[in-house]
């Protein structure tokens, strides 16, 4: 089998897998902890989670006790504004997650209604920077939902990665990419396959309709890994089927052309 392929994560000195493991919803099957040790044996070393996931923390930790080492990437991300809370949460991750450090910790969907409290003094981002500072968490990120929120992260230098969305059906964060990729910020895209709910719409427009079967989740994925500014994409997965067809693709594709890139676009365009 094809090896993942891997990126350097900005000026980070982690060398990610492309195709990584929103684990957001993973804990909510029976077989997620299956679903889990697939993604770390087919070779995934990039595995994102958050405090508010619940239960997600603790399925990884889980996981970690039971392989005896941790032989991945962890990213996590705290919800709190203030300094001292983030560091609790900090604390917290590391009791769940059974382990002495954390790779990457961000700060959650930031918003233009909290930037400026997370930011200043007293702020969560001081809360990490202090964990960091007492080897807690070796990276700090920042997730968003919010383009403008996105860029003023980028260009704050503040923070080793930043996570947002993109995707075929998403393109407006495009040129952030680009820019993300210019100031060596690493870049984590979240619902490269356009989330959850949007993939089991296009199932089902395209069983209800054949003029939609013209894209399909393998094609989304290579969409995605083609942009060669992202460092990484965490496509999320309950069960281990989908751990498997999303392997196959990301250690086998080859970048696609513009005009690939554009048909792919224009289907997307014409579900959503």
């Known amino acids: 089998m094809d090896t993942l392929k ?3 994560l900005g000026k980070t ?3 990610v897998t492309e195709l990584g493991l929103g684990a957001m919803d993973t804990p909510q099957v029976p077989e997620g902890e299956e679903t889990l040790q697939l993604a770390l044996d087919s070779g995934i070393n990039f595995i994102d989670t958050a405090r508010i996931h619940q239960d997600s923390e603790y399925l990884i930790g889980k996981v970690i006790r039971e392989r005896a080492n941790k032989d991945f990437y962890i990213s996590t991300k705290t919800m709190q504004n203030e300094r001292d809370a983030a ?5 917290r991750s590391l009791r769940i997650l059974g382990t002495d450090h954390i790779d990457l910790y961000h700060l959650g969907d ?3 209604s909290n930037w400026t409290q997370v930011m200043s003094e007293g702020g969560a981002l001081e809360g990490l920077k202090i964990a960091q500072i007492r080897g807690l968490v070796s990276y700090i990120g920042l997730s968003s939902h919010d383009l403008i929120t996105v860029e003023r992260a980028i260009r704050s230098q503040e923070f080793d990665a930043v996570m ?3 995707s075929a059906f998403y393109k407006d964060s495009t040129d952030l990419l680009e820019l ?3 100031l060596d910020v690493g870049i984590i895209v979240m619902r490269p396959l356009g989330g959850s709910g949007r993939t089991s719409s296009m199932r089902t427009a395209q069983q209800q309709n054949e003029k939609y079967s013209g894209i399909t989740a393998e094609m989304l994925l290579k969409y995605v890994l083609s942009n060669p500014n992202i460092s990484v ?5 309950r069960y281990p089927s989908r751990i498997s067809e999303n392997v196959t693709v990301a250690s086998s594709y080859t970048m696609l052309e513009k005009a ?3 048909r792919i676009e224009f289907l997307a365009s014409q579900l959503f």
């Open 87 to 91: 560091q609790h949460d900090v604390d």
């Open 233 to 237: 994409a965490i496509p999320g997965a």
């Open 6 to 8: 891997k990126r350097k």
């Open 180 to 182: 993300a990729a210019s």
């Open 13 to 15: 000195e982690l060398m």
């Open 110 to 112: 930031v918003k233009e």
């Open 164 to 166: 947002v969305e993109y």
């Open 260 to 262: 690939e890139k554009n």
